[in-house]
Antibody, heavy 121, light 106 residues
Framework: EVQLVESGGGLVKPGGSLRLSCTGS????????MHWVRQAPGKGLEWVSS????????YYTDSVKGRFTISRDNAQNSLYLQMNNLRAEDTAVYYC??????????????WGQGTLVTVSS | AIQLTQSPSSLSASIGDRVTIACRTS??????LAWYQHKPGRPPKFLIF???SLESGVPSRFSGSGSGTDFTLTINSLQAEDFATYYC?????????FGQGTKLEI
């Protein structure tokens, strides 16, 4: 059974930093694109960032560009999200998710349980 | 960025009903559309990809259709476990945007 386990969430003050981690197991981590998706309290899902298998390509939603950095360590089956200059609007549950190529496109097929990030003074 | 608009935002239904949720995209996305089911406190569940292909293990009462910019998720014969929030998401181009969600309530 594919497992994705996030960690690193918590309470941080505006302007602060946090690093989220995600460890994958029971699948070939290095063969999959990986994503971060978030859900703010009472809001819908928002795609945040993606990284290719070899870390050659990263993508970000506009609201986090220049503040968040996605990275991965395939040897450790791990995905990371470095979040700097955090704002109140970054408060959300952050999900680590796996991207699987099905025919032409890379769909998100598995998600972790999520880790809560709260940005508040 | 491609915008996805779901309708309705919420929907009341009963066990055994047939419901339809719409997802409209701001530009064509070929068939790069997926649907997810999300229940509180749990991770989203992957239901449908390529507009109409059912993910393994998903009950056949779920189906997807559409083309161009208009897509639909249909649930036939609603079961108790189907009451949740449903999201469409496009995988045609980054950013991989979601619809705002449709909450299906009893």
């Amino acid at each position: 059974e594919v497992q994705l386990v996030e960690s690193g969430g918590g309470l941080v003050k505006p302007g602060g930093s946090l690093r989220l981690s995600c460890t994958g197991s029971d699948f070939s981590f290095s063969s999959y694109t990986m994503h971060w998706v978030r859900q703010a309290p009472g809001k819908g899902l928002e795609w945040v960032s993606s990284i290719s298998t070899s870390s050659s390509t990263m993508y970000y939603t506009d609201s986090v560009k220049g503040r968040f950095t996605i990275s991965r360590d395939n040897a450790q089956n791990s995905l990371y999200l470095q979040m700097n200059n955090l704002r109140a609007e970054d408060t959300a549950v952050y999900y680590c998710a796996r991207g699987k190529k099905i025919r032409l496109y890379y769909y998100i097929d598995y998600w972790g349980q999520g880790t809560l990030v709260t940005v508040s003074s | 960025a491609i915008q996805l608009t779901q309708s309705p935002s919420s929907l009341s239904a009963s066990i055994g009903d047939r419901v339809t949720i719409a997802c409209r995209t701001s530009q064509g996305i070929s068939n790069a559309l997926a649907w997810y089911q999300h229940k509180p406190g749990r991770p989203p569940k992957f239901l449908i990809f390529d507009v109409s292909s059912l993910e393994s293990g998903v009950p056949s009462r779920f189906s997807g259709s559409g083309s161009g910019t208009d897509f639909t998720l249909t649930i036939n014969s609603l079961q108790a476990e189907d009451f949740a929030t449903y999201y469409c998401q496009q995988f045609y181009v980054y950013p991989y945007s979601f619809g705002q969600g449709t909450k299906l309530e009893i």
